[in-house]
């Protein structure tokens, strides 16, 4: 792949994420699930967030399967794989976590019975 196709294929992406509106509320949505996490409420499969949080992790490490400094921009090509790659264990947690939330808000008004005799 050339470098101008790469940076063609990185710009669309890119374009495609900020016209998607899903994208900034799924990013609204993880933040309120760190915050139900944090307050016991919501417990997320262990298995997304380790896979996606490894990712994030080696995308901010300086140690690289294919490094920059060498390859230049192909060295970006192993880091947006593993992004992608993250960012899909990070949708399926906040897909459960929407689902959750939305079970959340339908059974609000509901309280607990009492037996009357």
């Given amino acids: ?22 994208f900034f509320d799924k990013v609204k949505a993880f933040s309120r699930l760190i915050t139900a996490f944090r ?12 896979m996606g949080i490894i990712a994030v992790l080696y995308i901010i490490s300086p140690i ?17 794989g593993i992004l992608m790659f993250g ?6 947690e906040i ?11 339908m059974y609000s008004n509901v309280e607990d019975a009492k037996i009357i005799k």
């Fill in 1 to 22: 792949m050339n470098k101008s196709k790469f940076f063609k294929v990185a710009g669309a992406a890119a374009m495609k994420a900020q016209q998607d509106k899903s």
């Fill in 39 to 50: 307050k016991k409420q919501y417990k997320p499969e262990l298995g997304n967030m380790f």
């Fill in 64 to 80: 690289d399967i294919i490094p920059e400094a060498l390859f230049g921009p192909f060295g970006l090509i192993d880091d947006f």
């Fill in 87 to 92: 960012m899909k264990y990070f949708n399926k």
């Fill in 95 to 105: 897909i459960n976590f929407l689902n959750w939330e939305a079970a959340q808000d």
